[in-house]
T-cell receptor, first 110, second 116 residues
Framework: RKEVEQDPGPFNVPEGATVAFNCTYS??????FFWYRQDCRKEPKLLMS???SGNEDGRFTAQLNRASQYISLLIRDSKLSDSATYLC???????????FGRGTSLIVHP | EAGVTQFPSHSVIEKGQTVTLRCDPI?????LYWYRRVMGKEIKFLLH????????ESGMPNNRFLAERTGGTYSTLKVQPAELEDSGVYFC??????????????FGSGTQLSVL
């Protein structure tokens, strides 16, 4: 099993839609979780951190389910500018190296 | 504050040649990471420095890759000799000291390496 696994994409949604991505992780000792956003041909940028049950920032909500070892990212009222790849990152291994999932591609269309 | 800078942004070399990538982290960031993204695959960890010390180099593919961080400031990643499978985007990222900052990475814009 991979350390960090994400929903396969792409997700193709209309403007205004609500969309959710899931990410599962294998290291039950992980304490912190992160969602990054990566635009085409750009570097990843931190979107949200999740340390306890969840975190909300405007239209974005991240939730953590420790029992099932997954985190989710919910985007409400999708905008065209939300189109990007969303990367799940979980510090893993003995030295807690930030480990990336493969990413989920989101395409928001008019 | 200035961000993480990487140089060059692109490099095209022939198989067997040597290439050196450079990363300047954000000032004051002790942690420096190198990652690589091969087309269609996830961003994979290469190695981690804390100041000038290599903390974890378990992701380095083989001994053709050599990373250094002299004086705990900028870092270089040298590939010698380059092979076709080394092509990809090499990202550098930095972060503050550990604790809750683990995982809060600031990335450079990457070096696109093409080995022909």
């Amino acid at each position: 099993r991979k350390e960090v696994e994400q929903d396969p994409g792409p997700f193709n949604v209309p403007e205004g839609a609500t969309v959710a991505f899931n990410c599962t992780y294998s290291n039950s000792a992980s304490q912190s979780f992160f969602w990054y956003r990566q635009d085409c041909r750009k570097e990843p940028k931190l979107l949200m951190s999740v340390y306890s049950s969840g975190n909300e920032d405007g239209r974005f909500t991240a939730q953590l389910n420790r029992a099932s070892q997954y985190i989710s990212l919910l985007i409400r009222d999708s905008k065209l500018s939300d189109s990007a790849t969303y990367l799940c990152v979980v510090p893993s291994g003995g030295s807690y190296i930030p480990t990336f999932g493969r990413g989920t591609s989101l395409i928001v269309h008019p | 504050e200035a961000g993480v800078t990487q140089f060059p942004s692109h490099s095209v070399i022939e198989k067997g040649q040597t290439v050196t990538l450079r990363c300047d982290p954000i000032s004051g960031h002790d942690n420096l990471y190198w990652y690589r993204r091969v087309m269609g695959k996830e961003i994979k960890f290469l190695l981690h420095f804390v100041k000038e010390s290599k903390q974890d180099e378990s992701g380095m593919p083989n001994n053709r890759f050599l990373a250094e961080r002299t004086g705990g400031t900028y870092s270089t990643l040298k590939v010698q000799p380059a092979e076709l499978e080394d092509s990809g985007v090499y990202f550098c990222a930095s972060s503050r000291s550990a604790g809750t900052s683990i995982g809060k990475l600031f990335f450079g814009s990457g070096t696109q390496l093409s080995v022909l």
